[in-house]
């Protein structure tokens, strides 16, 4: 596994030249002209360290964004995987049908579950329903705002019902305004569920934390935010017999929106390989004895 930098920033052209002159690359100048500048390079090359150097030199102050890269093999030696999406897609607004942002939530969901006042624990007992068409492009799947759900096209539908994979079903996607279902792409609605992660897991649950000298609160039901902080682990053993589809039992997220995080199989990662499906990545676990 490797981490991979993306830097993004404002920089004038003459020192964008410079700056891409030292690292060997190529400037690629936009039409219109702009100042925004995006760089990507492996954390574990020289480049990386020149980069930051010379972007201190220009006053530059820039965190990067990173990402766990992942080597074939690597991903198929994982007997799970995690499953994020590229993009997520559904458009904004959508259909309230009131004054209160839950209100869309209430058209899906069981507001009687889960907290009053965030997403956590909250039950989806009804299709989504999306003022407007889910654009996928080239991909066969891919997320939905704003509950981060997941939908697919009816080729990959197809493929994960002829290959019997379990853990999922296939809902129907409402368009709103018609009540009418969108003929071309379906929610993949996972069922299955994973056991709880290893005690090595590090997951981070913060109640309030200090924003600017205030207290601050994330739900007033004290849901609190939980992040994951490293790596992921399970215990092999837990994963001896487990749905192709599953969510884990633990809930993530901040503020008032909280989700269970989607795992696929090996077997359900190597239909994706095998036919070319675009519009998520994989991240494995690390799994202990």
């Not at 939908?151 to 009540?179: Q, Y």
């Not at 077997?267 to 799994?287: M, S, T």
């Amino acid at each position: 596994m490797r981490i991979k930098a993306r830097f993004v920033f404002h920089l004038p052209l003459n020192d964008a030249k410079k700056l891409f002159s030292v690292i060997n690359q190529k400037l690629v100048e936009s039409n219109p002209p702009d100042t925004m500048r995006v760089i990507e390079v492996y954390k574990d090359t020289p480049k990386y360290g020149i980069i930051v150097r010379e972007l201190e030199k220009l006053g530059v102050s820039c965190t990067p964004d990173e990402d766990e890269v992942y080597t074939k093999q690597e991903l198929l030696d994982s007997p799970i995987l995690r499953i994020v999406p590229n993009a997520h897609r559904g458009g904004y607004p959508q259909p309230e049908g009131g004054e209160k942002e839950e209100n869309y939530q209430g058209h899906s969901y069981d507001l009687d579950t889960g907290c009053k006042y965030c997403t956590h624990g909250r039950l989806q007992n009804r299709p989504l329903r999306l003022k407007s068409s889910v654009k996928m492009g080239n991909n066969d799947i891919s997320g939905i705002w704003w509950m981060r759900e997941l939908v697919v096209t009816k080729k990959l539908r197809n493929l994960i019902e002829d290959a019997g994979l379990t853990g999922c079903e296939f809902w129907p996607v409402i368009k709103h305004g018609k009540n009418v279902p969108f003929e071309d792409v379906f929610q993949l609605k996972i069922v299955g569920t994973l056991p709880a992660m290893s005690a090595k897991t590090n997951i981070i649950y913060e109640r309030e934390w200090i924003f600017e000298g205030r207290k601050m609160r994330s739900c007033p039901y004290g849901c609190g935010e939980r992040y994951l902080q490293g790596s992921i682990y399970y215990c092999a053993r837990d994963l001896a017999s487990i749905p192709d589809f599953a969510l884990t039992p633990e809930w993530f997220g901040t503020n008032n929106a909280y989700w269970r995080w989607p795992f696929l199989s090996q077997k359900a990662y190597r239909l994706f390989v095998d036919n070319k499906i675009k519009g998520v990545r994989f991240y494995p676990p690390v799994v202990v004895e």
